[in-house]
């Protein structure tokens, strides 16, 4: 059985207004209800929308990392249907000339970045949200502080063949929107829904079997358990000849089901209609341009660190933690420094510290200028490799390269030939487990020699002088 999935990807944008309207665009949902509302985004009579401008700021920063073609001139659609969380009876919506379309999204499937995919995405448009509804009892509630806050809803084409694929599409572009500062995509929030479209055929030349939508998955372990589900029931039906109506369902993680909200609409059942109170939205050339500064293309820092770096997929992945942590490291890259030299001195130490006080890199008490002075220490030979540890974790804010400076030994001389006889004649057991054969216990004998040393001695020499003075005796 062949099956194929499409989506589509509801993104609250990040912006300080709402779509059409001043309120503000909280990403806070714990807000008290009905307190970011006005006639616009509830609909009073004779209320006229008006275009805030962040919205559209952010739509043509994700069509530079979608790759897209973007429309110069789109328009703005009524989508019509009639549901308690929609005050005006409408979604203003863009059907017929998206602002976004034909664009594509490359990532990788495998957590060691080896196996790629490309997606193509069909459109992307800018559309209101709902309000909220809260259900207590029997009883229903609905706070508007959501309606009209700006959504992108992404559209691919049916492009995915498993729920893994599917899983690493969307982790991917959830990072891409996060660290590109699009929206902070938080999916227990509602920040980033998922609709999964799911059509199963026994063979590749059959053409798509009748699709079922779910509706409004808010969890990457939801939608990979709704894909699965749904491919088992109709590869069942298919073996066994019967047939099922389109239609749109809800799943239910709980229980691991799901149930039929009602039969799938079509865009007639919606009397799509431009939006008569709003103009066309026009785009020049200039404001385009300018929103491509600063933007991170995720793919393309994984393969060029990767292949041309060679760098670890721990290093990698400490890029990609946020965009603060891709920007302290990049200001390093930027300035000659080796990346590999500048990672591993950010994934130890600083991602520690940053760990222990819930922070970033960034923000640790060591600026990127007092990391580089400490690398350029240690290149100096100031400052030995195997003492660099231990000062960041004793020590994790100087103030100038003096003060750090004077934090380092006095004597920069290791006595490696008197040092070595100090080990052996501290050690005797493990120098004799050594010499009997047992030779993984040098690493034992050259950390204790390193403490010994107050970390000023260099591992690397300090092994081999151990090595030639127990072989020769």
Not at 227 to 251: F, H, M, N, P, V
Request: negative net charge; contains cysteine.
């Amino acid at each position: 059985m062949i099956l194929t999935v499409w989506l589509e990807i509801h993104v609250k944008l990040k912006t300080p207004t709402k779509l059409f309207c001043p309120c503000p665009n909280s990403q806070n949902d714990d807000d008290e209800p009905m307190t970011h509302i006005c006639p616009i985004c509830t609909w009073q009579p004779g209320a006229l929308p008006a275009l805030q401008p962040d919205a559209v700021t952010q739509a043509i920063r994700l069509w530079h990392v979608l790759h897209a073609i973007i429309n110069p001139c789109s328009q703005r659609d009524r989508k019509s249907y009639f549901y308690p969380d929609l005050p005006m009876g409408y979604q203003i919506t863009q059907f017929w000339e998206p602002i976004l379309k034909q664009g594509s999204i490359s990532y990788f499937l495998d957590a060691n970045y080896t196996q790629t995919k490309t997606s193509s995405i069909k459109e992307a448009h800018l559309e209101t949200d709902t309000g909220k509804m809260i259900h207590i009892g029997n009883k229903t509630y609905i706070d508007y502080n959501r309606a009209g806050t700006p959504l992108i809803e992404i559209v691919t084409w049916p492009d995915f063949s498993s729920a893994d694929e599917v899983l690493a599409f969307l982790k991917h572009l959830q990072k891409i929107l996060q660290r590109n500062d699009i929206s902070d995509a938080d999916m227990e929030k509602g920040q980033m829904r998922v609709d999964v479209n799911i059509s199963v055929r026994k063979n590749d030349t059959d053409p798509l079997g009748t699709r079922v939508e779910y509706k409004n998955i808010n969890s990457f372990r939801a939608i990979g358990r709704a894909i699965t589900y749904e491919y088992e029931l109709q590869s069942s039906a298919l073996t066994e000849g019967t047939s099922w109506d389109q239609c749109t369902k809800r799943w239910d993680d709980l229980s691991g089901t799901a149930s039929v909200l009602r039969s799938k609409e079509n865009a007639l059942d919606y009397r799509y209609q431009p939006e008569p109170d709003l103009p066309p939205l026009v785009l020049d050339t200039a404001t385009i341009a300018q929103q491509k500064h600063n933007l991170v293309d995720l793919y393309e820092i994984i393969t060029c660190m990767k292949d041309i770096r060679w760098l670890h997929k721990e290093y990698i992945n400490l890029l990609l933690i946020d965009r603060a942590s891709y920007v302290y490291a990049k200001e390093l890259i930027d300035q000659g420094y080796e990346p590999k030299t500048v990672l591993k001195r950010m994934a130890g130490p600083l991602a520690a510290w940053a760990n222990t006080h819930h922070a970033t890199p960034w923000t640790t008490p060591i600026s990127p200028a007092m990391l580089a002075q400490f690398i350029d220490f240690i290149k100096e030979k100031k400052l030995s490799d195997s003492l660099a540890k231990p000062l960041l974790d004793q020590r994790c804010a100087w103030w100038s390269r003096e003060s750090l400076i004077a934090t380092l030994p006095q004597s920069k001389t290791i006595d490696y030939t008197q040092l070595c006889h100090d080990i052996i004649s501290s050690f005797p057991d493990q120098v004799a487990q050594f010499r009997s054969g047992k030779e993984s216990v040098i690493m034992f004998l050259v950390w204790q020699g390193m403490k010994l040393s107050q970390w000023w001695a260099d591992a690397t020499i300090l092994k081999e002088h151990l090595i030639t003075i127990l072989r020769a005796s």
